[in-house]
């Protein structure tokens, strides 16, 4: 079992910053990949960031060169950092471990909006 906590959410005007983190109950070394998903309202859920256990980073389209994502496997997080942020940004953003299993964190609301 992991368990996966997330911090960081918030309201945020637009063109601003917000950090998410995603601390695992486990060592996250090894864990085939850990990410972000998020779910606006009446919107299906996407995958927003994911790194692999080698490192590799992946995105979408929509979020290229505003946000990144990176790991501390020595603190067992994976951090989200989201800059630039416009109001179609606003979501609940999920953090999740893929490893055998899905595992999901309780999720956290960011909306941007001045």
């Known amino acids: 079992q992991v368990q996966l906590t997330e911090s960081g959410g918030g309201l945020v005007q637009p063109g601003g910053s917000l950090r998410l983190s995603c601390s695992a109950s486990v060592s996250i070394f090894g864990i085939w990949s850990m990410g972000w998903y998020r779910q606006a309202p009446g919107k299906q859920r996407e995958l927003v960031a994911r790194i692999t256990s080698g490192g590799d980073t992946h995105y979408v389209d929509s979020v290229k060169g505003r946000f990144t994502i990176s790991r501390d496997i020595a603190k067992n997080t994976v951090a989200l950092q989201m800059n630039s942020l416009k109001p179609e940004d606003t979501a609940v953003y999920y953090c999740?471990?893929?490893?055998?299993?899905?595992?999901w964190g309780q999720g956290t609301q960011v909306t941007v909006s001045s």
């Open positions: 999740y471990a893929l490893q055998v299993h899905n595992y």
